[in-house]
């Protein structure tokens, strides 16, 4: 049996940077990575490939509550979803950390504050080379050193929408990104285009991959195994400790164990990881005393719009803009309805699948030359029947009923109100293909909850570093643990728990 001082299981936004922040510690670190690199080719910038013909998304099939069959958006790739990813880097505001009323209900606190994750916020910020203004946000939380790059500059169009959203009251402000501009060699600038739900060849985007993984592969210490399927993890016969870790690689099945076993498989998966190594001393699924393993889904309320404008909007990137005004609270509404920001700008393929119905004598290169692309979020909350099952051939079924939609749609009028005073056509469009091929539950980019932390083991399946109660040595670092999703992009938070996770196993290893 091969044995390792750190087993990472995915190499996400989670694992990619979990993996960083061990790798100098000389450790022998193993990384499993069931897919394998993007190819670095021409059809990574191909909008016909990647949305169109889903060339990067996985074929397997999930199924929904009522036993329908239907294709995520997962990619399975060295880097995980973060390579399709727009990153969009946002702190939770420090509110998000407490319990907060919604319309659907209660939003639950977390068993740690915003102070305790600030300095690896921070660091995160650092690390995924974050653009962005302190201050500029209305709701943004305390901070205790700047962003460490400036923000990038709007587009003239995206530019004179800042200044329209300025005159109406509101307070825009530059949407926090990571990205490496000026750090590929070469002479000529490098420009923003197809980053959004693209994987980025020239390697620009600071994603887990390029960020993460890449240079925690310079050290001679770390092993990156990819297309290896983790199948299941084996107990000692208390049940204590991972003592096995299965994987199969072709056709090949291969045994390896290690003193600490990290899951970072994205929600969805290390609930499903954990389900399927259910044994004697945890029947219901490894780590699931509890039984909260697999429940508490969450993805966001999330639609992706269209506004025509009146002016054309010849932007290339155009995904430089936020407002969160409307995040705590509105003038008719105490409780709050969540976050806008701008997107990647469309092109006519991407919603040539939905011209027919919403397009009448209305041209798709007019759309596109004239479109502002929204992208709206509101918190969905922990229901504990959203959930991740598997079926005993181990078939994952993804049970999901949206929530707390009143939020969503207040949202959407306040930006259906924005579009009346900016120059544009009063009715949104819908862009489905950013939220999964027309379906919904296929959007999974938000992915978070099911393995969720806290202080009580009767009710959380970790502690606040992310280690199982009932299992010493074994630790779920991605979107899993999140008691609440609040309304902002989680990568920024799963990357920064993983750097407070880092922190805490560079003790144990001493």
């Known amino acids: 049996m091969n044995h390792y001082d750190v087993i990472i299981i995915g190499t ?12 100098p510690s000389g450790k022998k670190i ?29 074929t397997e ?13 997962m990619h399975y790739y060295v880097g995980g979803n973060t390579k399709f990813y727009g990153a969009a880097l946002l702190r939770m505001r420090e509110s998000d950390f407490g319990e907060v009323k919604h319309y659907g209900g209660i939003s639950p606190a977390w068993p740690i504050n915003y102070a305790d994750l600030e300095p690896y916020y921070t660091q ?17 939380p305390w901070a205790s050193e700047p962003y460490p790059l400036a923000p990038l500059t709007h587009e003239p169009r995206i530019q004179e929408l ?49 960020v993460g993984v890449k240079p925690a592969l310079q050290h001679p210490n770390v092993t990156l195994l990819a297309e290896a399927y983790v199948e299941r993890l084996n107990t000692n016969a208390s049940g204590d400790e991972v003592k096995e870790v299965i994987v199969r690689k072709g056709l090949e099945t291969l045994t390896f164990s290690a003193n600490i076993v ?21 029947p219901n699924g490894l780590a699931n005393r509890s039984n909260v393993v697999g429940r508490h889904y969450m993805c966001h309320n999330n639609s992706a719009l269209l506004a025509i404008s009146k002016k054309p909007n010849p932007s290339i990137f155009g995904k430089t803009l936020a407002i969160n005004d409307f995040y705590h609270h509105s003038d008719k509404s105490e409780l709050p309805l969540g976050h806008i920001q701008m997107l990647g700008k469309s092109d006519p393929l991407m919603f040539r699948e939905d011209a027919p119905g919403f397009t009448p004598g209305m041209a798709l290169d007019y759309i596109a030359k004239h479109s502002l692309d929204f992208w709206m979020t509101s918190e969905d909350l922990p229901d504990p029947n959203n959930r991740v099952m598997v079926d005993k051939e181990g078939h994952i079924h993804l049970h999901y009923t949206e929530n707390n939609l009143e939020a969503h749609q207040r949202l959407y009028k306040k930006l259906v109100w924005i579009l009346e005073h900016v120059g544009c056509e009063t009715h949104l469009l ?61 990568a920024l938070t799963i990357i920064a728990q993983a750097l407070r996770v880092g922190d805490h196993l ?5």
Not at 14 to 21: C, I, S, V, Y
Not at 41 to 58: G, H, M, P, R
Not at 124 to 138: C, F, I
Not at 262 to 282: E, F, K, T
């Open 12 to 23: 996400g936004a989670g694992g990619g940077t979990l993996a960083n922040r061990l790798a």
């Open 30 to 58: 193993l990384l499993l990575e069931r897919g394998t690199y993007v190819p670095r080719e021409k059809d990574n910038w191909s909008t016909q490939a990647v949305f169109l013909d889903q060339k990067y998304t996985t």
């Open 61 to 73: 099939t999930w199924q929904d509550k009522n036993g329908k069959a239907f294709r995520p958006g």
């Open 124 to 140: 995160a910020e650092k690390m995924y080379h974050v653009h962005g203004l302190r201050g500029s946000d209305p709701t943004e």
């Open 162 to 210: 800042n200044d329209d959203l300025i005159k109406l009251g509101l307070n825009p402000f530059p949407l926090p990104i990571g990205a490496r501009l000026g750090e590929n060699p070469g002479d000529a600038p490098a420009v923003l285009d197809r980053y959004d739900g693209f994987p980025d060849p020239s390697e620009v985007k600071a994603d887990a991959h390029v």
């Open 262 to 282: 990290i899951v970072a498989c994205g929600a969805i998966n290390s609930a499903a990881l954990l389900l399927r190594s259910a044994n004697d001393q945890h």
């Open 430 to 490: 819908p862009n489905h293909l950013y939220l999964g091929k027309k379906i919904p539950l296929a959007g999974v980019a938000h992915q978070c909850g099911t393995v969720r932390f806290g202080k009580n083991p009767n009710t959380s399946a970790l502690n606040d570093l992310c280690q199982a109660h009932d299992v010493q040595n074994l630790y779920v670092v991605d979107g899993s643990f999140f008691p609440s999703s609040s309304a902002v992009n989680p």
């Open 506 to 510: 560079l003790e144990q290893l001493k």
